[in-house]
């Protein structure tokens, strides 16, 4: 069974730490549900695995597989099985969506897929998605609304299907239904053994997919780790119990008390500022 280690992982971005020493561990057909006040070093997380270059790390080691992840390209992370659905997925003009997916799809085969495989392909996941056939024939995310780009990334999961998932507030922005979609689609992940790693501010969403493990990351380090008990306690009681049974002050604070903060109360705090110091 193939896992992602990390091991003591630290990292800057403009010469300021944000991660502190993670040690986290996703299996294939895990659901590790990541959470923590806004700030703290969740999303840095996911891009440090995926390869940004925005993000320095300066010291330990991520492992997938077996294989050394930061010895390899993001290109190369992707094609080992690593996916990213982003928080704020770019909108890039002049590249059309169906073109960006085939060259995706084609990079990790030997060989090509056929024109009529494309498209059959690209079909079943517009479907599955609920997302109009015909969008395939607009540039990847110009244009979209916020709902939409969040569908598309998870389209992307769904034509890549890879080992190791990871969704960054993929839920934000979503209404009933398109969350409802959504939560579908990492089923169907999770069915196919796929490892899952989610962060997410709504409780809803999490009681659809059903973690199975759940990891608090505090102060740019995993404050404590459990099963889906510890995000219903999240949910209930912030992360001021952090401080009270565990001892860990929580140096960056959200605008609301931390004792009154729920999961869902986390959610309405989405921003490209506050996602640049996370």
Partial sequence: MSSLIIKNLHANVNDVEILKGVNLEVKEGETLCLLGPNGHGKSTLLAVIMGNPHYEVTEGEIYFDGKDVLAMSPDQRSQAGIFLAMQYPAEIPGLNSADFYKAALNSRREKPMTLFQFYSTLQNAYQKMDIPFEMSKRNLNEGFSGGEKKRNEILQMELLQPSIAMLDEIDSGLDVDAMNIVAESIKRAQQRGAGLLVISHYARLLDMIKPTKTAVLINGRIAVEG???????????????????????????????????????????????????K
Wanted: with cysteine; net charge negative.
């Fill in 227 to 277: 099963g889906p008990e510890l995000y219903e306690k999240v949910d209930k009681q912030g992360y001021e119990w952090i401080k009270a049974e565990l001892g860990i002050n929580v140096e960056k604070e959200v605008d609301a008390p931390m004792n009154r903060v729920s999961i869902g109360a986390c959610a309405t705090r989405v921003g490209i500022e506050n996602n640049d110091k």
